[in-house]
């Protein structure tokens, strides 16, 4: 292996994921219960709220949801007891709430984050950080300023797969890292977002002035509520939803800041139900060399009607000397050393031109060398163990830095890292051009 390759495969092991400033004190001793809130409690509120409660020293003490029958679902779920508002601020202002998971559409995660972090709360806030790339900043700033712990909730960054896959390209395994593809395809309706609509929604069971927010003014629907992620009012498309996965997951296992370009392009191609977000994005992304990894590409897909019974989700990298693929539980590793012996392409030139080079190649690999041409080829795999979750992990993880005031890995500077290439995938889809991106600076650039 050449020096400059084994020097970067040091540096990328030492390199640990970058971590923010500091942390301040927590209003939990390391022994006491951390009592958490749900704010936004449906699909992902309800999973993220079960995860936590999954650690006996968690208890919780409030839910806030804008629809009446989520409320009072989480009562018949976790007591009657469980004291529940439409109002987030009244979550934020009590005493007996140390940390908050806020589950809500996208438009509403920062506005209720930063306040949050303003109330001295710890946050498990859901990913995407952020639904428009200028919020990224004032909640970067506020998570410093506050020292509170804030984790972003792409539980792939604690996945034992993922943990897996980081060790083996920062080990060199798999040698130098050049390219890396990753796709997220369904194929039914729910999976495309077509969510229940609930029989009793109307102005009086949903509070959709709050749902709305800052987002322009429109009369009472139902259908924007329950499947807000198809408009961009609210949600982030395909890629904030989705790619931001991926991008998370790869971000942790090469110890990337994020890419220099993008450019995606795709279209809404099945489900067309009045949605103003594609069902089809592909992307390509450079990734410029630094002090962490080798320069790469990545190309992600996500397809909503993908000619496929089960969904897929997964990776692969691709190195010098190998190759591994993930799905959710598993991985799968191919190692192809270099050639022992180049081979040769002769059969075109004159045969004297052949046997002359013939007879130079022959001395120069010798019989033994010759008989074990080409590679040894290699093949492994990793298995998650049986009910292994990474959303339980990943909660496990927030409460780990909730008790310890350790810092988290997937902080508000990981979650930007993800989100804003993410979000600019969109603008590059709508702009139709190759945008370009400051991972530095997580900003976009000109070029
Ligand atoms: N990590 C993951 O794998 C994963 C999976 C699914 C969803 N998510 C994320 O979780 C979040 C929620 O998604 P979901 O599928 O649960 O959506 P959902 O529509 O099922 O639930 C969102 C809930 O938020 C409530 N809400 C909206 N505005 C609110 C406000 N201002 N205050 C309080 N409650 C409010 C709604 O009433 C609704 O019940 C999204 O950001 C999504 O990206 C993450």
Redesign the pocket.
Known sequence: MPASRRRFLRNAASASVAFPAMAAQSAVSPNSKVRIAT???????FGDTRNALKDPGVELTAV????TG?LERAKELFGTDLITT?D?REVLARNDVDAVII????H??VP?AIEALKAKKDVYL???MIHKISEGKPLIEEARRSGRILQV???YVSSAIYRKAREIVQSGQIGQLTMVEAWLDRNTATGAWQ?TLAPDASPATIDWD??L?SAPKRPFDANRF?R?RNYNDYGTGLAG?LYV?LLSGLHYVTNSKGPRSVYTTGGLRYWKDGRDVPDVMLALFDYPQSKEHPAFNLALRVNFKCGMPEERFGFRFVGTEGSFTTSYDTLEMVRTPEESVPGYTIGTFPKAMQDAYLKEYNEKYPEMVRKNKGRVVENSSFKASDGYSA?VAHHEAFMEGVRTRKPVVEDAVFGMQAAGPALLCNESYYQKSILYWDPERMEPVKS
Do not use: N, V
């Open positions: 704010i936004g409690i449906g699909g992902m509120g806030c949801d804008l629809y989520r439409r987030y589950a809500t559409p996208d509403w995660h209720i859901q990913k995407p909730g792409s539980q969510y709050r749902f927010g329950f807000w939803d996965h959303h």
